[in-house]
Each structure stands twice: as structure tokens, then as C-alpha cells.
């Protein structure tokens, strides 16, 4: 083996390992996004608690690919598709810790309604949509190991979905708020976990956006579909007593 053979082995080496902890990070971000949403469905503060240690982990592999992407670009000083591999790993990492901080606020949430009763049809609303954003982390981190823009292109587009449930989730939790003061502390807790799924669902967008990046070179022409419409949400009326 030449020099020159010896220079694109060793940086194919280190592009993969870069890969394998981008491939790590998302495995840890889904487990922690899972298993907040189950320990806030069951009230289950061991599972919250084991959930918020987790987050460590994430925060970790981030300081790893930062410092090895920094040292690639230094040595190795690539250009197009090459350079375009790094800083999407780099923009990745950085979305996956956010990811891994909106799984821990969730598993917060979970230990602060153990000893609320839940309405059975909230929880559901809030594990459908949970179920949806984590579906989404996983498409879009399967697009970005095929190098995938049309798979990523699908999770961009479906984002706005996540949105309309977090939508009418806000306003079904108001209404329960407006009807019985006693239902406002659950009912905070729940919106706020509500409010973290759905930024989620935003992270996995930007997800999406930066593997159409990496393999085509250009942005999404599109304009980023958006649903969120809770800012401008009437507060419900409050029902009187029959």
C-alpha cells in the first residue's frame, strides 16, 4: 500500500468510526425519548430516575464527535462531499443532544405527577404522539445511515402531524384546566411534556434537512411545513355546571 492508499484508508477509518458514534448517539436519544414517555404513561419514578441518567451518556458521545470532527477537518482539511460528512455529523450529534435533554425534561415530568391520578384519554394522546415522534427519530436516523434523501424528505414533510396532535393535546389539557382548578398541576406537567415531544418532532426535521443536505449539496427548496398553532390558541370557554 502507498502513501497516498495508506491517507484514504486511514480516513475512511476514522470517517467510520465518526458514523458508528453518530449511529450510538441515536440509539441512546431513541432509549431515552422510549423510556421517558413510559415512565410518564406508568408514573414510574425508577424508570424516570434510570432515564435521566442516561442523558449523561448523550452529552458524552457529543464532546467525542465535536473533538474528532474538529481534528478531521484540521488534518485532513476535506472539501465537498467529504467536508459535507463531518459538519453533518457534527449538526447531527448536536440535534441528538437536544433530543437526549427534551427525553430527560420528559422523565422530570414523570416524577413530579407520581402521585397524580391521569386521565386515561390525556395519556393516550400523549403516548400517540410520543409513539410518533419516536418513529420519526428513527426514520430520520435510518436515512442518514443509507444516505437516504428521500426517506429523509418523508420525516421533513410529516412534522406538521406532530404538530396537529400537540395542537388539539394543548387544547383538550386547557379544557381540563378550565373545569376543574384541581386538574391545573397535572395538567401544566403534561402540556410542558407535550411541548418537548413536539420539539422533538423539530429536532428530527432538522435531522432531515441536513442528510438532503449531505447527499444532494443544496437545501429542502420547500418552505418548512409548521403546525404548531397553540400561540394564537382562544383559551376554551369554561362549561357551566348542569
Same mark, same amino acid.
Given at each position: ?11 475512511e ?7 458508528? +458514534?453518530? *449511529?450510538?448517539?441515536?440509539?441512546l436519544a431513541?432509549q431515552?425519548?422510549g423510556?421517558s414517555i413510559?415512565a ?18 448523550i ?8 473533538e474528532?470532527?474538529v481534528?478531521?477537518i484540521a488534518r ?11 459538519? *453533518?455529523a ?13 427525553? +430527560?425534561?420528559?422523565?422530570?415530568r414523570a416524577? *413530579?405527577?407520581?402521585?397524580e ?8 394522546g ?12 428513527k426514520?430520520?436516523?435510518d *436515512? ?14 410529516k ?29 401544566t406537567h403534561?402540556?410542558f411534556?407535550? +411541548? ?10 432538522n435531522?432531515a434537512e441536513?442528510?438532503y ?5 443544496t437545501p429542502i427548496?420547500?418552505?418548512?411545513? +409548521?403546525?404548531?398553532k397553540?400561540?394564537?390558541?382562544p383559551?376554551?370557554?369554561q362549561?357551566?355546571a348542569?
Open positions: 500500500m502507498d502513501e497516498h492508499e495508506h491517507i484514504v484508508s486511514s480516513y477509518e476514522e470517517l467510520s468510526t465518526l458514523n458508528n +458514534k453518530i *449511529a450510538k448517539m441515536g440509539g431513541e431515552v425519548l423510556q413510559d410518564l404513561q406508568a408514573r414510574d419514578p425508577e424508570l424516570a430516575g434510570d432515564t435521566i441518567q442516561l442523558d449523561e451518556s452529552d458524552l458521545l457529543e464532546k467525542e464527535i465535536e474528532q470532527a481534528t478531521m485532513r482539511q476535506p472539501l465537498a462531499y467529504d467536508l459535507r460528512q463531518i459538519m *453533518a457534527l449538526r447531527i450529534s448536536s440535534d441528538l443532544e437536544r433530543i437526549g435533554d427534551l427525553g +430527560k425534561n420528559i422523565a422530570k416524577l *413530579a405527577v407520581v402521585e391520578q391521569q386521565p386515561k384519554q390525556l395519556m393516550l400523549l403516548r400517540h404522539m410520543g409513539d410518533l415522534a419516536l418513529e420519526q427519530l426514520e430520520v436516523l *436515512a442518514f445511515v443509507e444516505r437516504d434523501a428521500d426517506r429523509a424528505l418523508k420525516v421533513w414533510y412534522d406538521e402531524d406532530i404538530d396537529s396532535m400537540y395542537n388539539s393535546l394543548f387544547r383538550e389539557l386547557l379544557t381540563y384546566m378550565m373545569e376543574d382548578p384541581r386538574n391545573i398541576g397535572l395538567c403534561l402540556l411534556g407535550a +411541548k418537548n415531544i413536539e420539539r422533538v418532532g423539530d429536532h428530527a426535521t435531522i441536513t442528510v443536505f449531505l447527499v444532494h449539496g427548496s420547500d418552505e418548512r411545513p +409548521k403546525g404548531d397553540t400561540s394564537s390558541t383559551l376554551p370557554l362549561r357551566s348542569s
